[in-house]
């Protein structure tokens, strides 16, 4: 595998395609901030951290759907820096999604964070993807 974001994506896109209420994620320290931040903003219902013996271990995501309408709470997750490409954005120049509605999730020097938090902070980094 040589794009292990593209990979959780991936993972989570289908698994609310097939109207799956869990998947399961191989871990990594990038993975379980990516996580928290969707938890945190209300894209999923809840996650666990499944360490294991010589492996980094899993990640279990409950998916968050509407109650009645059954509609998930994520309708689009895209990979805008990848391996080949990799797209940075400055401090006074990030990206808004759908106008401030959705998320993107940058790299920074302090840390795994929104577009938001990033500008209250003043810092840039690597755009790794937009959740709306």
Do not use: W
Not at 9 to 24: F, I, M, Q, S, Y
Not at 67 to 92: C, H
């Amino acid at each position: 595998m040589t794009d292990p974001i593209s990979d959780y994506l991936t993972r989570v896109r289908n698994a609310v395609a097939a109207k799956h209420r869990v998947v399961d994620i191989p871990a990594s320290n990038l993975k379980k901030e990516i996580t928290k931040i969707l938890h945190s903003k209300g894209y999923i219902l809840n996650y666990k951290f499944e360490e294991g013996v010589n492996t980094q271990g899993n990640i279990k995501i409950a998916l968050k759907y509407h109650p009645v309408s059954k509609e998930s709470a994520i309708r689009n997750l895209t990979r805008v820096s990848k391996p080949g490409l990799r797209k940075y954005a400055q401090s006074d120049n990030l990206p808004r999604v759908i106008n401030g509605l959705g998320v993107a999730i940058l790299s920074t020097s302090k840390g795994v964070m929104t577009d938001k938090e990033a500008n209250n902070l003043k810092v840039g980094g690597e755009v790794l993807c937009y959740v709306y």
